[in-house]
């Protein structure tokens, strides 16, 4: 499985951006697909996660109410709209798909990794 991610970018305090990843190969293999963020000098944060259905999402506790995951039942591509964007949110977003059985929040249980989208956000 491979993951491209896109959509990441610089935007003003307040503003918003949408972040894209899709699925290649062997998709099926995930039980779920979520987005990881690391700023510099910080551990790896949970951002979002969703299940293959779509219909169960979790997130982050410094992301909740701003930021929404979605996913198309069984599709192999999933959205991250961030709005109300802090310049806290600046950092390295990574997509990743979960092919373990563990909680969703954490990074352990994902098996497969994209390749990382730059997002700024100034004050």
């Known amino acids: 499985v491979q993951l491209q991610a896109s959509g990441g970018g610089s935007v003003q305090a307040g503003g918003s951006l949408r972040l894209s990843c899709s699925a290649s190969g062997r998709s099926f293999d995930m039980n779920g697909m979520g987005w990881f963020r690391q700023a510099p000098g910080k551990a790896r944060e949970f951002v979002a996660a969703v299940n293959p259905s779509g219909g169960l999402t979790y997130y982050g506790d410094s992301v909740k109410g701003r930021f929404t995951i979605s996913r198309l039942p069984r599709a192999s591509r999933i959205d991250l709209q961030m709005n109300d964007l802090k310049p806290e949110d600046t950092a390295i977003y990574y997509c990743?798909?979960?092919?373990?059985?563990?909680?969703?929040?954490?990074?352990?249980?994902?098996?497969?990794w994209g390749q990382g989208t730059q997002v700024t956000v100034s004050s």
């Open positions: 990743a798909g979960k092919t373990g059985t563990g909680d969703y929040i954490y990074a352990r249980a994902y098996g497969v």
